[in-house]
Structure formats: C-alpha cells, structure tokens
C-alpha cells in the first residue's frame, strides 16, 4: 500500500466517524421517544418493542445520508418505527382475521364513567401507568388507530393510510376503543376505591 | 333536518342545520378531533353550546382525550438498549 491510499483510507475513517457522531448526537437522544410508541403500539410487550427500536434506528442508521439535517429527526425515526411496526402487524393479519364482536357498555347514559364521573374528576387522580395498562388491555385492532390517533396525534386519514384501512373503519373502531379505554379506567378507579 | 321539515319559503342556506342531542353525541369524536366538514362542525358547536345535556359530555371527553393523550407518552427505555445500539451501528459500520 503506498503512501496515497493510506491517506485516502484515514479520510475515509474520519468522514465515517463524523457521520457516526452526527447520528449519535441526532438520532440517539429520541431513543426514549421511540421506545414509548413502539410499548404503545405492542400493547405493552418490552422484548419486541426493544427490537422495533433497534430495527428503526439500524435503519435510520443506514439511510442516514438521506435525512436532512435541520428537519425533524424525531418524527422521520417515529415515521420508520411505526412503518416497521405496520409490517408487522399486517403480516400478523394475513392470516384468517380474528373479529371481536363482543360489545360493552359504551353508548351515552349506558352506565360508563361519564355517568359515575361526569366532571372528569377521576382523570386527576389515575397516573399515567393506568392509562398505559388500560392501552395495553386494548385488542390490537383498537389499541394501533387509538394510539396513533390519540398518543401521536395523526389524523382519521392518516391513520386509514398507514393501517390499510378505510377511514370509516378508523372512525369506528376509535369509538369502540375510546369506549373500551374509559370502560377499563372506570374499572381501575372503582378498585381504587376513587369511585362508588 | 328533510324538505318536508323546513318551513315553506326557507331555503337551506336560510335555514342552518339543527342537530338533536343524539346526532350530535354520536360525533362528539369527528367533532372534537376536529375531522367534521365545515357546515357540519358549526352545526354540532352551535348545539352543544346552547345544550345543557351536551355541553358537560364533550367537556368530559375532551378532557378524556386530553389526558390519554398526555399519558400515552412517558417511557423510559432500558440503557442496555443504547448500549447495543451503539454497538450495532458501530458493527455495521465495519
């Protein structure tokens, strides 16, 4: 190896360290980020959240070059994760679909916790892990549109795009798993003894 | 609101959308989250302002999505998970 490779090969280190360091400092610090929205999307399962994470950031990591800098680099890595994640479940769906059809109370005046609370009080005395468990008990079908809708903030079409779903099927099961969240928190309030 | 309904000589852009208790409950959602078209959305506002039965349910669920929303965020991921991380990337790069 002469003298000129030598040189060309330590550039060649220096602009890979450099570009490691910039995804360090860029990328890393969103690791918590990422690992909450893959718990939500599972429903609470921590191995296969760690692998999302680590999928999205490898990912994130080899396409690095195409990220541009100064442009949100929270929402490209939760956009990755989330697409690895619908992968995911659309695979797992390919298979005969499983349909609950088991309903709960959940219209208006039909016992929920508006009724026992209608001020809202509850909300200020349940924590955050009340909301998480009460997440993770959702069935996957109303736990993804929920938690993309009401964690992440997307929109009826947003969601109905990244799920492969209609909107009107987004629209439907937000209802339904809206209901179910309140019905479960509800139940956690009343073994708290918040509520009668 | 159907033709038959609207009094004689008013024309819908006369005679704005009056939504009952029911019709407007079942979109608390789309109306909250803010998916309902235009003349629809003002229909439902105009309701549950002047309705004494709707107005404390949507302020309920607003509240509820308020809160969902703030709670479905904290976590705090396992620092071994940066360590391989790190380490994959490291590896990759090789």
Redesign the interface.
Known sequence: MDAGDEGSEKREVEI?DDR?RE??TEA?PH??????LA??LTGGD?ARS?DL??DA??KA??SWDRFETGTNCRAWLMTILRNGFINSYRRDRSGPVKVEFEEIAEG?GSGG??DAD???RV?DRL??E???MA?EELPAEFRVP??L???E?M??QEVADTMGIPVGTV?SR??RG?KR??ASLYRFAVELGYLP | MNDQERPEGIGPHEAPEELSCEES?ALV??FL???LPAERNEAVRRHVQKCRRCY??F???R???D????????????PD??R???A???E??A
Do not use: C, T
């Open positions: 890979s490691r995804f360090e890393l690791l918590d980020a990422l690992f909450g718990l939500r921590e760690e994470v680590q950031m490898l990591w080899r208006p916790l508006y209608p001020e809202g909300f924590v955050n009340h909301v998480l997440i929920v938690v809708a009401d964690v903030g929109g009826y629209k937000l209802y809206r969240l309140q | 409950l959602y789309e989250d803010g998916e404390p349910h302020d309920f669920e509240i509820f999505l809160y969902v929303n703030e709670a479905g965020r904290a976590a705090v991921a396992n998970l940066e391989r991380i790190r994959l990337i490291a990759d790069e």
